[in-house]
């Protein structure tokens, strides 16, 4: 197996988050569960959004703020997604690669737009996604480059991406082409929406050997395993991954290897926006993976990105990150 090029390639939604503050009466109005991520098409997008007050714009999506994250962390990342050819494709692009992510997947070529999440962050720092999936979940199994799969040492699926059938033949393609070359491929589950419409496919994956680390949250694992407990719940499930990676938000978060157990507790933040929490905790851990830190120093880097995103708006990291892991790591 040759040495890799990159650390970590991701799949995921290429969207543009549109992120604003947010009382609970809106949410109340709006009849949304806060916390929560739906779907929804271009006419409720547009309505929302004429709700929604002063907004910031970035280039976001799950795995594409994980990608953001391993590069922000000194890692070498790469992302795969579908934009279309309007004036947030090119926001999304000219964004993601400012970061220092390679992304050379080319636009659809349909008549759908790119795609944007319209988030909502309440004062406990909670934020509900509103999300329309636009050219994203077009993604075709033509438009990967086999050669860049090759060249990860980890390939990165979002879940949130297997719910469309186009891009999820276009994973599976991926997951096939990153095995054979020898790599690692990770998975999040994403949502317990998600776990609910194809926990059937999920475990299919796993128990067929195509995932070598399983992230999930608390909730989401409870609904895989379809234990009411988080204790159980990693019972039933750590034995059928190499790695099994669960964050429990304030409570900290687990990691199972071969058997092996670690934990790590949540860094000391004042939380202000929870946005890419799980994205920059799976960059964090994915780096440190592919640069074969043990297992502890994985969950800490983690811990340590996620605790910079949650100190302020948006999903990206703001502060040096790269340089937070070496002063608190060594």
Known sequence: MTEARLDVIAIGNAIVDVIAAADDRLLAEEGLAKGSMRLIDA??????????????????GSAANTAAGVAALGGRA?????????QLGDV??????????EFTTPPG?????????????????????????????????????????????ILYLEG??????????????????????????????????????????FNQLIDDGKIDIL???EEEIKSLSGEDEFEAAVAAVQDRVPVLVATRSEKGAVAVENGRRAEVAAEPVRVVDTTGAGDLFAAGFLLGHARGRPLEERLRMGAIAAAEVISHYGARPEADVKALVADKLG
């Open 43 to 60: 006419a409720e997008a547009t309505r929302l959004y004429g709700r929604m007050g002063a907004a910031r714009e970035t280039s976001g």
């Open 78 to 86: 790469g992302f795969i997604g579908q934009v279309a050819p309007d």
């Open 92 to 101: 999304f692009a000219h964004d993601i690669r400012a970061l220092g992510v």
């Open 109 to 153: 070529t349909g008549d759908v737009p790119t795609a944007r999440c319209l988030i909502l962050v309440t004062p406990d720092a909670q934020r509900t996604m509103n999300t329309f999936l636009g050219a994203s979940q077009h993604l075709p199994a033509s438009a990967l480059d086999a050669a860049q799969i090759e060249a990860a040492a």
């Open 160 to 201: 949130y991406l297997w719910d469309p059938e186009e891009p999820r033949w276009a994973m599976i393609k991926a997951i096939d082409i990153a095995r054979a070359a020898g790599r690692r491929v990770a998975f999040t589950l994403s949502d317990s929406f998600c776990i609910a419409r194809h926990r059937d496919g």
């Open 215 to 217: 992230f999930a949250n």
